[in-house]
């Protein structure tokens, strides 16, 4: 399996929509064919049209506040004493995560098409808060369907939602997290794909709507280069981009710019949610290798048992409590291009503890999975080693979580 | 193809001058055995009998075949337990047609081959395949003819008609049309004079094939649909196995009456 050089990672995939021949692809019911077409014909004009492209632009640099800002972690890389630390803080976006970029494309996407009505499914509430923040903006009516669990751990998201004007469904089904709110949040759009815009919270689902996320967590990496040639002069020697991964949208979209880079000088380090150190439960395929299989209209890797029954997962972080993972990132794997592994809940928490004390910075526990390994690897690593760590978003919705667990906030 | 018992059946119907009646329970619903007596009881007034095979992920599912799936797996079945339900169905109804129904994951993982096996062993008629539309179905649904096994394809109002005609060259005996934009078990939110349009125009580009019109029949819209070639009938049908539970009533007895109420109203 081979990743070609010069074209965009998301329009490697066949006429089916399988990257590498066997990830991603539409595995969907018929009467989502159409629509899905329809959306496909629409993108591709799109991301074509300079106007569509503009607007974009205007949006992400006035509205969600491009580019966020990539700053060198002084104090981190001192204690630790190997490797430079730096993090790209996506967290500076409007809302306070990537998943502005992806809602904010959406909702572009859903006036062109002459849709009035948005659903979108969210796990740790940044989906679904960006989805109603966007949704607001751009004058669309949204729904939201988020897993009863999620509403209870994730309530600060929960009430930007409201607070923007969206309904919340609360999914009660199967274990009541992300991988239920997106079962959902399809159920729905079968029933009403004629009036209603379906935005996939993450690079997962049927094909167009990976490629639709990967395009627009994009801007990450797009503005991280500039950025890195402007402190170093040139792309170092030594970059390690270490991000979270549970659907997998914000690693994609710091890694796209770099998938040309040889592994050697730019690598790419996806950690997913081991869960308790004492369950046996997870939320890393990539990690665990688990089995291919179709989930949510794509052939991925994914939590199962050998039967094909989906399995439940288990992370402190609501936002990487998913079964599945992007077929682009089994793709990354495969291919031998990205590495992954997973850190668990009680070395997130560590992890939240060491940036916290050295630095001005407010990591979710989802980053923090990515600065556990990042500050684990960095004592080992020379000076010339530059670590960049994807704070993809703040921890401000965690407050419950983190005071339960670390006893402040 | 040698003539199918599926064929057979629609043949028999057309005669009577009725649409076939086709059932869909869940396998193993509530439990193994019972949900073996539910379609052995009924399948002398069923025409075509539906056994899904169930999957947790069900992505086109409404709430009534939730709950039937939920209940199965909490129960334990296996895809064994699928395949073991219907080869003592067909043994004790030669020619009886069964299909299975479910998510291609649980066909994935078994391995087409080895599932299109265990189908021919046991004699199932017929498959459907929810998620697994044209043309990623044409691979399998070539081995499925292969092994005598009808593939049956979906269509939807929103097919387009170049796709339409692809796909009706594609199928083969029976073509099952989703009479709506719903989940299964949604209320019937077309008029039926519409859904039969809907449907003339698919049966008037190959008259050999047999439409089914699925998805928001019950008791009160069945009779308003009965010049389609078949009717399913899969919600309501869950929908009184969860109420018997409820009820602490015997599941098999008030399905019967509910399937000979639907046979009444299609005669």
């Known amino acids: 399996m081979k990743i070609k050089n010069k074209v965009p990672l998301i329009d490697q995939h066949d006429k089916f929509g399988l990257w590498g021949g066997k990830f991603g692809g539409n595995y969907i019911p018929e009467t989502l064919k159409k629509p899905v077409m329809d959306l496909e014909i629409l993108f591709s004009k799109l991301r074509k049209n300079k106007e569509f492209i503009k607007d974009r632009d205007k949006h992400f640099k006035q509205w969600v506040g491009a580019p966020t800002r990539f700053i060198k972690l002084e104090n981190l890389t001192n204690h630790l004493n190997g490797g430079q630390i730096w993090a790209k803080v996506v967290s500076d ?50 729904k939201i369907f988020m897993g009863a669990k999620d509403i209870k751990r994730q309530k600060p998201n929960c009430d930007a939602m409201k607070k923007n004007g969206a309904e919340i469904v609360p999914v009660y089904s199967g274990s009541q997290t992300l991988i239920d709110a997106v079962s959902e949040c399809m159920r ?13 919270g993450s690079t997962v689902g049927p094909n167009i709507f990976v490629k639709i ?48 880079y040889k592994k050697s000088q730019v690598e790419f380090i996806g950690v997913e949610a081991g869960g308790p150190l004492k369950s046996k439960k997870h939320a890393a395929p990539l990690t665990n290798n688990s089995k291919l299989g179709v989930l949510h209209g794509a052939m991925q890797y994914v939590v199962q048992n050998k039967e094909g029954q989906i399995e439940e997962t288990e992370s402190i972080s609501a936002g990487l409590d998913y079964s599945g993972v992007s077929p682009l990132h ?31 910075l407010n990591p979710s526990l989802e980053p923090c999975h990515a600065f556990a390994v990042a500050c684990a ?31 402040k906030y | 193809m040698k003539e199918s018992l599926l064929k057979l059946a629609f043949k028999k ?39 899904g095979f169930p999957h947790n992920t069900p992505i086109a599912d409404g709430g009534q075949i939730q709950t039937s799936t939920y209940r199965a797996l909490k129960n334990g079945l296996k895809i064994e337990d699928v395949f073991y339900i219907a080869k003592k169905f067909k043994l004790a109804n030669k020619h009886k047609p069964l ?55 979906l269509v939807s109002p929103t097919t387009s008609k170049e796709r339409l005609k692809k796909i009706i060259r594609a199928s083969h005996d029976m073509i099952y049309y989703i009479s709506m934009l719903s989940t299964t078990g949604g209320k019937l939110k077309v008029s039926p004079k519409r859904i039969l349009q809907n449907f003339k125009n698919i049966k008037n580009q190959n008259k050999s094939k047999n439409v089914v019109i699925g998805f928001g029949i019950t008791e009160s819209t069945i009779s308003k649909l009965k010049s389609a070639d078949g009717l399913v009938v899969g919600s309501s049908l869950c929908s009184e196995i969860t109420r018997s539970i409820n009820n602490r009533q015997d599941p098999i007895t008030n399905v019967i009456r509910l399937v000979n109420k639907l046979k009444n109203k299609i005669l």
Request: aromatic share 10%; with cysteine.
């Open chain 1, 93 to 142: 976006a409007n809302g306070g995560a990537h998943k502005i970029y992806n809602a904010t494309v959406h909702c572009l996407i859903a006036k062109k098409a002459g849709k009035k009505f948005i659903v979108g499914d969210t796990g740790a509430g940044y989906a679904g808060k960006m989805l109603s923040m966007a949704a607001k903006k751009f004058g669309l009516k949204a």
């Open chain 1, 188 to 200: 729905y759009w079968v029933s009403n794909c004629d009036t209603t815009h379906m935005c996939v």
């Open chain 1, 213 to 260: 996320c990967g395009w627009s967590t994009s801007q990450i990496s797009r503005e991280l280069k500039p950025q890195i040639l402007k402190e170093f002069g040139k792309i170092p020697n030594k970059v390690k981009l270490y991000n979270c991964v549970g659907g997998g949208s914000s690693s994609f979209g710091f890694w796209n710019e770099f998938i040309d």
């Open chain 1, 330 to 360: 089994c793709f990354l794997r495969d291919s031998k291009r990205a590495r992954y592994t997973s850190a668990s809940d009680e070395a997130a928490l560590k992890a939240y503890k060491l940036v916290t004390k050295y630095e001005n």
């Open chain 1, 377 to 407: 690897e960095a004592p080992k690593l020379k000076k010339n080693n530059i670590l960049i760590i994807n704070s993809c978003g703040d921890a401000i919705k965690d407050k419950k979580i983190l005071k339960e667990k670390l006893g």
């Open chain 2, 13 to 51: 119907c057309r005669e009577e001058k009725r649409p076939a009646l086709i059932t869909y329970t869940v396998a193993g619903d509530n439990t193994k055995k019972k949900s073996l007596d539910i379609i052995n009881a009924i399948s002398k007034t069923v025409d075509i009998c539906e056994l």
């Open chain 2, 99 to 153: 299909i299975l129904m479910g998510y291609y994951n649980i066909i994935f993982q078994m391995g087409e081959n080895k599932f299109l096996k265990k189908c021919e062993q046991v004699k199932v008629d017929g498959l459907i395949v929810v998620d697994l539309p044209y043309p990623e179905n044409q691979i399998f649904a070539n081995k499925c003819k292969k092994k005598n096994i009808n593939f049956i394809q």
